[in-house]
């Protein structure tokens, strides 16, 4: 044991001879490079792993029950000043389009237009109206009457064309002179040109008033149609087009039988397609296309 003894001491003392330091191969110490000879330490407790769950998704809930504002309701104001309560069923504003009133009028018919059961525009004694005087020419004429003082009642007369047909086809216009001043309101709104035709002044129940004056107003029917009033005798503004158009249905007319009537379905609907065809003023405008007696 003493022998062992002094053996380490002097490789102790060997080992520092040369000034460096040696270090020894213990389990706990590092060589030095770093490098440990001892086995390596334990990595460090972590712990358990920690409890997760997704959070609870947003409650949510559906928003408040929503409905569409109503549609503004149409304001009509020719048929609110003409119609009020009058239903678009009693009177459809298609009646005051050229091609609205034709496709009604010919519905009207009980029977199927044939050979042997015609129509003929130009009325026949004592007929004064056959319904369809607007297929020779849409212009109308018209004779005031009344109206010579402030408030009396104005009188109307109209004879051939469409004012004509619409106030005498009851079974199409239950409603007379005023369905007409209904149509005469809507064709004013639509841009329409009244020129000459004293088509402004509805048709009968309606009563004077002034317009528009440069001197002292008697509120009287001459205020309107004169010399100097602001309807005065004429041509109306779409005179050249209508007869024009008369011609065009005439020719519809003699696609079969005898070329003054109305005698197949053929022309009956060359005579619709017609009008359906016509531009938005010759449809709209026959109501104040008037020429004043």
């Known amino acids: 044991m003493r022998l062992s003894a002094t053996v380490f001491a002097l490789s102790a003392v060997a080992a520092n001879a040369d000034g460096v330091r040696k270090i020894g191969k213990s389990g706990s110490e590092a060589n030095a490079d770093g490098s440990w000879w001892g086995p390596a330490p334990a990595p460090a407790t972590w712990g358990p792993a920690p409890t997760w769950a997704a959070p609870a998704p947003a409650t949510w ?3 408040a029950t929503w409905a569409a504002p109503a549609p503004a309701a149409e304001v009509d104001g020719c048929r609110a000043t003409w119609l009020g309560g009058v239903s678009e069923t009693t009177f459809s504003k298609d009646l005051c389009t050229l091609s609205g009133y034709w496709k009604a009028k010919f519905a009207s018919e009980s029977a199927a237009i044939t050979t042997t059961n015609t129509i003929t525009p130009v009325p026949v004694a004592p007929a004064t ?6 297929l020779l020419n849409v212009v109308s004429s018209i004779t005031f009457g009344g109206g010579g003082a402030a408030g009396a009642d104005i009188t109307t007369t109209h004879t051939l064309g469409y004012a004509n047909d619409l106030v005498t086809s009851t079974l199409v216009n239950p409603l007379g002179h005023t369905g007409l001043s209904y149509c005469m309101c809507l064709a004013i709104e639509a841009g329409c040109d009244p020129k000459g035709s004293g088509a402004a002044i509805p048709a009968s129940p309606i009563k004077t008033a002034a317009f528009e004056v440069t001197t002292a107003p008697a509120f009287v029917l001459a205020n309107y149609i004169s010399a100097t009033g602001i309807f005065v005798a004429g041509a109306p503004a779409l005179d050249a087009e209508y007869t024009a158009l008369g011609v065009q249905t ?5 696609l ?3 070329t003054t009537t ?4 053929r022309e009956v609907d060359a ?3 017609l009008g359906n065809g016509l531009s938005s003023k010759l449809d709209k405008c026959a109501a104040v296309n008037i020429i004043t007696a």
């Open 129 to 134: 109206s056959t319904g369809y005087e607007s």
């Open 61 to 63: 809930a559906a928003p």
């Open 271 to 273: 005579i619709l397609a």
């Open 262 to 265: 109305v005698d197949s379905q």
């Open 256 to 258: 079969t039988g005898a």
């Open 250 to 254: 005439l020719a519809a007319m003699s």
